[in-house]
């Protein structure tokens, strides 16, 4: 047997094997793509701006004192939040202030 001949004929049986194994060719890709589902909708878009809530609303502390507040923040879609606060002067942790001196 001529090797060009023995060549074509192992790599058609090959391709041949793999059609078979792959179904009845397009329409079984077809039917395999139709049942995929589709990907789930995206989550809607955060529009409301978070709440947040200072109690007292009016803190008064003397010079280098400390004084019990509350901050909290949530919102409708990440839900409960912690707060990050900055002050011009003194500082704020653990819900309490303490005034600069």
């Excluded at 023995?6 to 397009?26: I, K, Q």
């Excluded at 502390?61 to 879609?77: E, F, K, Q, R």
């Excluded at 707060?83 to 309490?96: E, R």
Aim: glycine share 8%.
């Amino acid at each position: 047997m001529n090797w060009t001949v023995f060549r074509n004929t192992v790599l058609a049986s090959a391709a041949g094997l793999a059609l078979a194994a792959c179904g009845n060719g397009d329409n079984d890709i077809l039917r395999f793509i139709e049942q995929i589902p589709p990907p789930p909708a995206p989550p809607p878009a955060d529009t409301a701006a978070p709440e947040v809530s200072f109690s007292p609303a009016i803190l008064a502390v003397d010079s280098g004192g400390t004084g019990s507040s509350t901050l909290t923040a949530a919102d409708d879609v990440d839900g409960e939040l912690v707060p990050d606060v900055t002050c011009d002067a003194g500082s704020f942790a653990d819900n309490t202030y303490t005034a600069p001196v």
